[in-house]
């Protein structure tokens, strides 16, 4: 379905000496730097698969989602989506894809929501049968109504995104790209916008890649997870073995009367890590749940301080991923975490 | 071609929708420039008040190669004002990425995007300008005339289209070159009167290098015997055809860098 193979991108930058002497300096004598975007990355994703593409800011998964939908041309590298490469063939490439990018709207911006899925369906020849039901049940699953007959300048940020998920899935594509489907979103657009396009999976078999920085996005929604940070794959597989790989790491937090006289118990000393907590009550640690027990460590601190509150918190997604780029950034565990991939 | 027909239509249409809805915008956006041409017209009409001609040419005369000019211009305008916003609209806000993963032709895009309401304007005051010339001048209109100076106010337009087309192409690789647009477009006002009355790099300018010339001197010198360029002017429509081929590829080949780019 959709193939990258040893996909690499390279950008030219101008580089550039600071404060206004180096920007005069510059426009007489470029000097140009090269940044690896994309450094040579790998993946298959089969034809009705929910793959969550995350990493931090600027670690190439825009860049990556720009050459899978043919925009950006890739500086060496192939890839193919249904059997067609999307930037020579972009337009061809187009009628099976789908995308939401962020807060860039593909809706028509002065004429009302319901004017623009009527063009789309010119541009992408929908049949006029086929496009009366699927608008029929987009409307119905995000609740659209009220919102067709409004221009797309008035509506808020979470009724924009409702139609403009419509819009993305309006020519029934067998793959769509969300980048960042959820940003800015409140909780409650967030579930609707979770359950349509899991729905959207379910009915139609429809492949999607989403990027997001909200993990409850990828739990909820995604069978898969490819993390990429600094232009190379740290982790493509299962969600669930990603929890079981490296989901034994527990945290706990005590509320504490007097944080002040805190010091770690003598018996956990070598076993968990006090990690930095904000609040002035409160008192975090951390452990490995294979060498330690939960009930050991609460014991110990309770033996030893005045406990007033505490709350283990659950393996969540969030802090795999958070653990998996500060090691990267060590770069001792790198290998490691790359050999389980 | 049949698609795209159709497909502009149902554009247009909302388009069209939308105007409807702010009337007022609409009037004003026409009004206003009708007036701004009234009073470049005005100007003119005041210097014939003192002088009978310029190097030969009489009021009528030069009214008519303006009629041209704004008759043609409104076909630009109307059809083709998308094409100043590629840099700032399209570009810089990475909108041009959504047209990119759409299946159409991203230009008809980017001009399907807008009708503009001010070209009306210029289409009603150009159209009173060659009625009122027209019947001042020394010529009898057939068929043949008035189909050939249709042909030559579509080739107006369309070199008008080329060379904006042409310029805002450099936004691919400066993200946004309004500046040189504009600098250009306000040559086209030199093209407004007889060629021939400038020094003869400007006239060689203004029909090998920018050929502006061709937007309203030259196809108006084809009704006109004394100018001398009645032949030379017949290959107004090649200029426009060849102009509108070349700034066409210059498109596709800034597409390419941007896609090997990016914004």
């Not at chain 2, 309401?117 to 005339?145: K, S, Y």
Request: proline share 3%; aromatic share 12%; hydrophobic share 45%.
């Amino acid at each position: 379905m959709i193939t990258v193979e040893n996909l690499k991108k390279e950008y030219k930058l101008v580089k550039r000496d600071p404060g206004l002497k180096g920007a005069i300096k510059s426009l007489f004598n470029r000097k140009y730097e090269t940044k690896h975007a994309v450094k040579g990355i790998n993946f298959t994703i089969e034809q009705g698969e929910t793959v969550g593409y995350i990493g931090a800011n600027g670690a190439g998964k825009s860049t990556t989602i720009k050459m899978l939908t043919g925009i950006l041309t890739p500086t060496s590298g192939k890839v193919t989506v249904n059997g067609l490469v999307p930037y020579e063939n972009r337009q061809k490439n187009a009628v099976n894809i789908g995308a939401v990018f962020g807060q860039r709207t593909q809706l028509f911006w002065d004429i009302p929501v319901r004017e623009s899925y009527n063009l789309l369906k010119h541009i992408y020849e929908i049949p006029e049968q086929e496009y009366q039901e699927t608008v029929a049940m987009f409307t119905e699953v995000l609740n659209l109504e009220p919102l067709l007959g409004i221009p797309v300048r008035q509506l808020s940020l979470g009724q924009k995104m409702r139609c403009e998920l419509a819009a993305a899935f309006l020519h029934r594509p067998k793959v769509v790209y969300l980048d960042e489907p959820t940003i800015g979103l409140d909780i409650a657009v967030k579930v609707k916008i979770r359950k349509f396009i899991k729905e959207m999976n379910q009915r139609w078999g429809t492949t999607v890649l989403l990027t997001t920085h909200d993990m409850q996005d990828i739990e909820e929604i995604c069978d898969r997870i490819i993390i990429i940070d600094g232009g190379t794959i740290l982790y493509d597989g299962g969600l669930e073995q990603i929890k079981k790989q490296f989901g034994q790491q527990r945290v706990i937090h005590f509320e504490l009367a007097d944080k002040e006289k805190f010091v770690l118990p003598a018996a956990l000393i070598g076993q968990a890590a006090v990690l930095p907590n904000e609040e002035e009550t409160k008192v975090s640690l951390s452990f490995d749940h294979e060498s330690v027990k939960s009930s050991f460590v609460i014991s110990e601190m309770m033996s030893m301080y005045e406990i007033g509150d505490l709350n283990i918190a659950d393996p969540k997604i969030e802090t795999i991923v958070e653990e998996l780029y500060n090691k990267q950034e060590k770069g001792g565990e790198h290998e490691k975490v790359l050999a389980n991939s | 071609m049949r698609r795209y027909t159709k497909l502009y239509w149902e554009f247009a249409k909302s388009h069209m929708k939308v105007m409807m809805e702010y009337r007022i915008d609409f009037l004003i956006g026409v009004a206003s420039v009708m007036l701004e041409q009234f009073a470049s017209i005005f100007f003119v009409k005041v210097v014939f008040d003192h002088i009978e001609q310029i190097n030969g040419w009489s009021f009528y005369e030069i009214l008519f190669i303006y009629g041209i000019a704004a008759t043609g211009r409104s076909i630009h305008q109307i059809f083709f004002d998308n094409l100043w916003t590629l840099g700032w609209q399209y570009i810089r806000p990475g909108k041009l990425d959504r047209l990119l993963i759409r299946p159409v032709n991203p230009l008809f895009h980017v001009v399907a995007d807008r009708l503009h309401q001010d070209g009306f304007g210029q289409l009603i005051i150009g159209l009173i300008i060659l009625g009122t010339a027209i019947p001042q001048l020394d010529l009898v209109w057939g068929a043949a005339e008035i189909a050939m100076l249709v042909i030559m106010i579509i080739s107006s337009g369309l070199i008008f289209v080329a060379i904006n087309l042409f310029f805002a192409t450099f936004s691919f690789w400066m993200i946004d070159s309004l500046p040189i647009v504009w600098a250009v477009f306000n040559l086209s006002d030199f093209a407004r009167y007889p060629l021939t009355i400038y020094h003869k790099g400007i006239r060689m300018f203004l029909t090998w290098i920018i050929p502006y010339g061709f937007t309203a001197f030259y196809p108006a010198a084809y009704f006109i015997d004394k100018s001398g360029y009645k032949e030379f002017a017949l290959w107004t429509p090649v200029a426009a055809i060849v102009c509108c081929v070349l700034a066409y590829a210059f498109w596709n080949r800034g597409l390419k860098a941007f896609a090997s780019t990016g914004s």
